[in-house]
């Protein structure tokens, strides 16, 4: 089992930044992907940023189009934790935020983005953005 706990979540206007952290603990595995997927009200699921692990490499990360240039995942392996820099936020990018894992490939993380069939949830931490 793997246990997921994110925090940094929290409100800020138009424009600003957060950081969200998902500490993981629980069993290691040696080729995993993480990534983050958030869902407003009244919408579905959508992936926003995922990254694939193999040994102590990190594979080149996928955004969704709605956050390119605008949001950073990556990890801190050491630490255990994956991040998420989000920068000049949008009120759309309003929503809870899941960070999630599972031991896959990287083909399949590759599709998560769009499957989100990750098979490790963390409880998720709100981000609201005002106008």
């Known amino acids: 089992q793997v246990q997921l706990v994110e925090s940094g979540g929290g409100s800020v206007q138009a424009g600003g930044s957060l950081r969200l952290s998902c500490a993981a603990s629980?069993?290691?595995?040696?080729?995993?992907?993480m990534g983050w997927i958030r869902q407003a009200p009244g919408k579905e699921r959508e992936g926003v940023a995922t990254i694939y692990t193999l040994g102590i490499r990190t594979y080149d990360a996928d955004y969704a189009d709605s956050v390119k240039g605008r949001f950073t995942i990556s990890r801190d392996i050491a630490k255990n934790t994956l991040y998420l820099q989000m920068d000049n936020l949008k009120p759309e990018d309003t929503a809870m935020y899941y960070c999630a894992s599972d031991p896959s490939s990287e083909h399949w993380c590759r599709r998560q983005l769009r499957d989100v069939a990750f098979a490790y949830w963390g409880q998720g931490t709100q981000v609201n953005v005002s106008s």
């Open positions: 629980g069993r290691i595995y040696s080729s995993y992907c």
